[in-house]
């Protein structure tokens, strides 16, 4: 289905960019430089400069930059980390995966981690923190890092959708170790799969170089069991043009998530994500995720009028039966679930389809 206003547009953005796009893709088929070459190498250097933390390592997802940063601490087996139900499956896969055992808090009222529910989930097992910057929005830091240092734990963020987003002048994903995905409709997408993981702990850094190519120090000398998780050159050649852009297109997220405000706030039956500050959060809004009332009479009714909007998440982890992780009591999250619902939002939006959005929502709720 052709949606009046799409949730993103992803054509829009590759023909506003095509000339640069095309001479870099060929720059890297007609030099043959496809695993491992100079354009990951400046990717990882532009993000570094970006973020201002020593070492970035680029991957091939932000799963696997979840998955490598939770396997390279060799916690012991059973260990507990502890992270939120309310996020994209892979936080928790990676935790299952590296064979822990995820301890699922609340969530507040900003959607992210309630740092006050982190201490009673503390035992003598847990290991470490997960906490997820949701929708381009910093958790508490100041508070979460605290928490991890009284009781000695690894904080690993999960900013996989908080590319530029930072908590009180400090970019997410440069407190503790960064997990950061590139997948196409992030903020800065490659044309695939991609991710990578910061660190100013250059040893880490190395151990991460190893394990996502195989373990190989050289062709010669393996040093650990490895994976294959590189970034792919073609996509960091990509990535490097869109870098360029990083910075204007988060000013656009942050005007469109202001004229949502200024045309939503007075509506009761709505609850709408903090207006643009920058005060302590400088949130990037990687997604304008906002609750409502009758949510799916008013996706349903947005669709009718070609809106497309996406729902993140209608049934949160701890609730999929087969994980086996219905144990936790998490009310906000369950709430948040059948209220929650996302609108267009992307750099290439024009003014009026913004406009368009709003009149929309005003309608459904029979307001002016
Ligand atoms: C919060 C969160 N964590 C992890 C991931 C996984 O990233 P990727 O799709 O690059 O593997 C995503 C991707 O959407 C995400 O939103």
């Known amino acids: 289905m052709k949606f009046k206003v799409p949730y993103i547009d992803l054509p829009k953005q590759y023909a506003n960019m095509e000339t640069d796009l095309s001479s870099a893709i060929k720059a890297v088929f007609s030099s043959g430089s496809f695993i491992l070459r100079d354009d990951v190498k400046k990717f990882e250097k532009n993000m570094a400069n970006y973020l201002g933390c020593r070492c970035i390592i680029g991957l091939n997802s932000g799963t696997d930059s979840l998955f490598l940063a939770i396997h390279a601490q060799r916690f012991e087996p059973a260990s507990e980390i502890i992270t939120v139900s309310h996020t994209f499956i892979a936080t928790i896969a990676a935790i299952k995966h590296c064979g822990l055992e995820p301890v699922l808090v609340d969530i507040g009222e900003d959607y992210n981690m309630d740092v006050n529910r982190i201490e009673e989930a503390v035992t003598n097992r847990t ?125 656009k997220r942050r005007t469109i998530a202001s004229k949502y405000h200024q045309g939503l706030f007075s509506i009761s039956e709505l609850r709408l994500p903090p207006p643009p500050s920058d005060g302590e959060f400088y949130d990037v809004y990687s997604s304008y995720c906002i609750c409502a009332e009758r949510r799916d009479d008013l996706v349903e009714h947005l669709a009718r009028k070609g809106i497309e909007v996406f729902v993140h998440w209608r049934k949160p982890v701890h609730l999929q039966k087969a994980l086996g992780l219905g144990k936790f009591n998490l009310p906000r999250t369950e709430y948040v679930s059948k209220t929650v619902l996302s609108l267009p939002i992307y750099p290439e939006m024009e003014d009026s389809a913004v406009d368009v959005v709003i009149a929309a929502i005003k309608k459904f709720y029979h307001k002016k």
């Open 127 to 251: 290991c470490g923190i997960i906490p997820v910057h949701l929708n381009g929005r910093a958790c508490e830091m100041s508070k979460i890092m605290e928490i991890a240092k009284r009781h000695d734990l690894v904080v690993i963020e999960d900013s996989c959708q908080a590319l530029g987003a930072s908590y009180k002048g400090k970019k997410t994903g440069t407190f503790g170790i960064g997990c950061f995905s590139l997948h196409p409709i992030k903020t800065v997408g490659a044309p695939g799969d991609g991710g990578f993981l910061a660190t100013d702990d250059e040893s880490f850094a190395e151990k991460i170089r190893l394990l996502r190519d195989h373990g190989q120090k050289t062709k010669d000398e393996i040093e650990a069991f490895g994976f294959n998780s590189r970034l792919d050159n073609l996509h960091a050649a990509v990535l490097n043009i869109k870098y360029k852009y990083l910075k204007k297109w988060i000013e």
